[in-house]
C-alpha cells in the first residue's frame, strides 16, 4: 500500500468507528418489530420496558372508496405514533380479527373463531417469550369488540408471564375532524 492509500483506509477507518461509537452511545431504535436486528430487538425491548403493541384491523370491503385494509392501516398507524412518542415495540400487521359477517364480499379475509383465538393466543405467547411481558392490543375493527374482551379475559384461565391490556376505543370523545354527518354506518 502506498502512503496515500494507507492514509485513506486510516481516515476511513476513524470515520467508520466514529459513526458506530455514536450509534453506540445514542441508538435510534425502529418501532417496527420487523424492521429490528436481532441485537437491536433485546435493546428495544429493554428500551420499552417490555413493552409491545399489537395492532389488530382486519381485511374487509369499505365501500368502493377506502382501501381492503383500512382498519388495519389505521390500528398501524395509531400504534406506531403512539409507540414513537413513548417507545414501544409494534408488532406487524395483524389482521386475523373476527369479519364473518362480510365473507361474502371481495377481498375480505375471514377465518373461523376457533383459528381467530388460537393464534391470537399463540402471537401473544410468541411475543412473550421474546421479552414482550406487557401487550397493548390496539382494535382499529368494530367486529373485534366482542372477541378481544373475550379473549383478555380468558386469559385467567391459566398463568401468563405477561399481561394483556386491551383499547379499543375507535372514535375519540373529543377531538378529530368534524364530521359531515351522524349516521356513519361503515367506511364513513
Known amino acids: ?90 408488532f406487524p400487521e395483524y389482521y386475523f380479527g373476527q369479519i364473518s359477517e362480510a365473507r361474502h364480499e371481495p377481498g375480505t379475509v375471514s377465518y373461523s373463531r376457533d383459528l381467530q383465538l388460537a393464534l391470537l393466543q399463540a402471537t401473544t405467547d410468541e411475543m412473550s417469550r421474546n421479552g414482550c411481558k406487557k401487550i397493548l392490543i390496539v382494535n382499529g375493527h368494530g367486529g373485534n369488540t366482542s372477541l378481544l374482551p373475550y379473549f383478555a379475559q380468558s386469559q385467567l384461565d391459566k398463568p401468563h408471564d405477561y399481561v394483556v391490556y386491551l383499547f379499543s376505543q375507535r372514535t375519540p370523545a373529543s377531538g378529530g375532524p368534524k364530521k359531515k354527518s351522524t349516521n356513519d354506518q361503515h367506511a364513513g
Open 1 to 90: 500500500m502506498t502512503r496515500i492509500s494507507k492514509m485513506k483506509f486510516f481516515s476511513a477507518f476513524l470515520i467508520l468507528t466514529t459513526v458506530q461509537v455514536a450509534h453506540a452511545q445514542n441508538p435510534k431504535l425502529s418501532v417496527h418489530w420487523e424492521e429490528l436486528t436481532g441485537p437491536d430487538f433485546v435493546t428495544a425491548i429493554h428500551q420499552a420496558q417490555n413493552t409491545c403493541i399489537l395492532p389488530i384491523g382486519i381485511m374487509e370491503k369499505h365501500s368502493p372508496h377506502l382501501p381492503i385494509g383500512s382498519d388495519l392501516i389505521n390500528a398501524r398507524y395509531a400504534a406506531i405514533h403512539a409507540a414513537q412518542q413513548n417507545y414501544a415495540v409494534v
